[in-house]
Each structure stands twice: as C-alpha cells, then as structure tokens.
C-alpha cells in the first residue's frame, strides 16, 4: 500500500535546464540595511508640499497597514465561492483585524477543512484594486483573495482562478522591490524576509532620488546653497534621459527576462547610475508576422516606438510628461495630460476638427485617442494605457522595431544597455541566465544556451551558476556521477536554489543512493519550508526508503501547511490506515 501512495504521489520532475535559474529560489544572506537611507517622512521637514502631494498618488500608497481607517475607507465583508475547485472563501473583520479564510465542505455541508490568516499589509493603492499579504513566521505571502475596484467586490487574487495556492504564494523579491519602499525580501528565500520586513512599506522619496542622508547632512550645514548643482542628491529631471528613464524602467519594463547581474540583488540600484550596472533585461526580437503584443509594464519599449520619441532624438523621457510627485483626479486628467502634449504640440496639430474632438468619449482629450486603453487580460477588472503614441488606431509598427538587435547580441534586445555601450553584448553570465529561462518558452534558444555554457566551463568554471547549469545538463544526458559533483558544487559555492538540490536528489536516485537522496530533499525542505513540490518529492522519497514513519510525519506537515490539497489529505488518511492496529 505505501508502494501505491508513491506512485499516487509522484509528479512529474522539472525538466528543462534553465529551472535552475528561475526564482525557486532558497534562503541565502541578505546585505544589511543601507545607512544612508533616511525614509521619506525625513524629506518632507522640508518638502512638505511635494511630500503632500506625492502621499496621495499611487506609487505614495502602493503598499500599507492595515489600519482602522483602511477599514474604514473599503468593503471588508466577502463570501464567495469557486467552482473550479469547490472552496470557498470569505473575508471579515474582527476586533479591528481583517481576516481571510479558505475552506472546504463535504456533501452534507459540513467543513473539511478551514485555513484562517490575518492581513497584516495591503498591496496596491486602489486605483485598480489591492490585494493582502499575510505572514507566516519569517515568511510571507499573498491572499487568495483581493478587491477590484472597477468591479466593487472582493474576487480571486490574480493567478488564482488557474491554480489555487491558498496562502502558499510566496511574496518573491523581485516583485515586492517594485510594489514597495524597501523591503527585506531574502534574495533566495522564496518568500523569506528579514526582520523588519519592511524598512519603508510604500514607494517613497529615495527611490527615486537615491539614499538622502548626505543631502539631509548637506542641508543641515548649508553646503547645497553654496552649488548651483546640488550633488547630494539625484533629481531626475537632471540627468541624461537615458538615466532618467532607467529609474522608471526598473519597474515598468519587464521585457522577456530580467537577469540580477552576479552579486547583485534589487535593492542595489540606484538612481543616477546605470540599471544595466544592477539589472539586464532582454527581449525577443519581434517579426514583422508577429509584431509586438505585449504592454503590460512595457511602458519604456511602447514608448520608444512611437513618433514622439524618435522625433524627439531619443529625449522624450518618462517624466517628460510623468511628474511622479502629482496624480491628477480622473476628472483632471485630460486637460492634465493635454497640456503636456502641447508643451512640443500646437492645437493645429491635431487636424480633427475641434467640434469632432470636442465629442469624444473624453472631451478633447489627446490620450484617449492617441494612447489607447486595453482591458488587462492578466488582471480582472483592471485597465491599462498603452504608451507607443499613434497617429491613427491603424498605425504600423515602424521598421525599428524589427531592427534592434545588434552584431554583438543578434537574437535577443538590450532594452536598457549602459549608455555610450549599446553595441556591446551583456557578460555571458547574464546570457546563461537569460537564455536558460528562455529556453522553455522559446526552444530556439537552447544551441544558444549550450554555446554559452560550453564558453564559461572554459573561463569561468568555479562559478556557482555554470556549476548548476552543467549538473543539470549531465543529469539530463544520463551522467549521473558527474552531474551529482557539479550540483554539489554549486550547492557549496552557494546560493543554494531548490531546483540544485531536488537534481541532486534525482541523480542520486539514478545511481542507487536513495538514503542520500532523502537527506538532500529535508535539507532542501528546511531552507524552503513552503514548497509544496519539494515536500511530495521528499515524501515520495521517504516511503521509498521505507522511512514509512517520517513520511507520515511529513505527511502531516504538508497537508497543515497545504490544507486545500484534497489528494494529499487522502493520502494521509489511508497512511494512518495502515499503521492502526488490527
């Protein structure tokens, strides 16, 4: 019988070379706090009116407590249902705590099973919606269910009307880095954050300006009147466009992949200096067959087609009509964004008569026209301005944008390359990464992702990275001891990512090692408490050992951590069956 639960258990392994490299990641270091940062309520003793005003836009409120006048503020009180999975959900208030719970009924109405979390911060400032984050010890994660203002309900968060992960759904850092001031986020940790979580919970003042204790300290001495540039600070509107993009880009381009360069992690930009010095990120060419699709947070790359931005030398910048300090009212915002236009713009222009414009859905509004808005297919009930400028609706794409790639890098776009080195190639390091997350979605990468890998086995061979990825091309082609050296290697040379030890624990099993296979999968379950995969994978493992004890009692783990998982919860039952005296 427990020959039957392994078989009933197992699921397909992971099987491309590029798994290794994506964000399954486990806990490693985290550099400490920056010192230099002071928190955006120090800039507003002197800023106050711009601190004013900056608090109420989007980006001021972009991640927040839970307080009693957010309870105040929105709807609190939900019930819900969803039938693809037959659980149900409900969010409440008690005691002025906000309160999510997940759970099952059997035919006759009575509960299954019921998780209930506590919201402990709101995500997102509610223009489109917001979501909530609960915490399990060290760990964080979102909650399935988050309210879409558009629609005026609480519904499925984001991604979960595909697949439920209940409370499970690690907050990961390269998405708290952009939703947030400065988070602690773990590099590795799947969720793992350090303590406190937050050092500043919305996006604020230095993350766009860059860390402000030499600024405050120039202030305080009086060095910033004595400079007709003040250095102590980064403004923006200062520096190049390509700079000054390169802070917007850092969260409203995402292209095809982006790629941390080697020792670095989010937090390490900073404003005034090259993304590309922290951050790659790539883009598959597009063809003229199958021209660009995509907008959501290609804000940068839209823009760079359209006429406005290469009439304008390349110069138009995002804060050329962004001033990120002011969100204009909806009813304000046409003539808002109008007078931007205009500053390169005259009213002839636009060659539709007056009394047409004037008729529009919005009034002699330029955007509504020229930027159109989508539904946003990713996100319910939400909306999003594509930023490539059109003349008319039936605008082509311009020939540019079949022509970006470069000699250097001919299969892949540099959309924020170092500026003055837009002909140069980013480190093979990067293109590993790159072309090993491209590879499942876009096979044709795959020669590329060898030819590189076969380069760094030559110069750069001690690297964790090349380690992991050439365990995992072994173990693909049945080089069982080798691949077990190379993924112990990158185990050691660290950071340790789960995707290394669950390959090592299949070669080991391919050469009859399973008491070790068993020993790398807890070690991997430790540093990744809240995987669900890696915890089958070490219970499958368990009971093929015999361990029938310590499967049971991982059993146990999982279905308390994973209670929506009906399958796994059966599987204990008849676990527990089997050990029950006759």
Known sequence: MWFALVVSIFAPGISVHAQFLGNNGITGSTKAPASEYVGSSACADCHQEIYRDYSRTGMGRSTSLITPEFLKSWPTSASLSDKNTGLHFDVYVRDAHMFQSEYQLDPNGKEIFRDTRELQWIIGAGQNGFGGLVRDGEYLFQAPLSFYSKAGRWELSPGYELANAGFTRPILPGCISCHSGRPNALPEGNGHFATPF??????????????????????????????????SIVNPASLTPALANNICMSCHQT??????KPGKDYKDFRPGTPLDDTLTILMVPPKRESPPQQDLLEHYYSMTLSKCFRGSGEKLSCISC????????????????????????????????????????????????HMQKRDVREISHSSITNHRILARPDEPFPDIAFQQSTPALPDLIHLNPRPG?????????????????????????LDRYYAVLDQLASSDANNPLVQGALGNRDLQAGKYETAIEHLRRAINQGPPKTILYTELADALVRVDR?????????????????????????????????????????????????????????????????????
């Open 198 to 231: 937050f050092s500043e919970l919305a996006i604020g003042c230095e993350n766009c300006h860059g860390p402000g204790l030499a600024h405050m300290l120039a202030h305080q001495i009086g060095l910033e009147n004595e400079q007709v540039h003040d250095s």
């Open 255 to 260: 292209g095809d992949v982006r790629v941390l």
């Open 322 to 369: 962004h001033d990120p300090h002011v969100e204009p009212r909806p009813e304000e915002a046409a003539a808002y964004f109008k007078k931007k236009c205009l500053a390169c713009h005259t009213e002839k222009s636009c060659t539709l008569p007056l009394q047409i414009r004037e008729h529009q859905r919005q009034s002699d509004d330029c955007a509504d026209c």
């Open 421 to 445: 080195k837009t002909d140069a190639a980013p480190p093979a390091l990067v293109l590993l990464q790159a072309y090993g997350e491209l590879v499942e979605k876009y096979p044709q990468y």
């Open 514 to 582: 399973a008491v070790e296979a068993v020993e790398v999968l807890q070690q991997a379950s430790d540093r990744d408490p809240f995987n669900a995969e890696l915890r089958k994978r070490l219970i499958v493992q368990l009971i093929q050992v015999k361990n029938f004890t310590n499967a049971k009692k991982e059993m146990e783990i999982y279905v308390q951590r994973f209670p929506a998982d009906s399958f796994m919860r059966r599987m204990l039952l008849r676990a527990q069956a089997i050990e029950q005296p006759q």
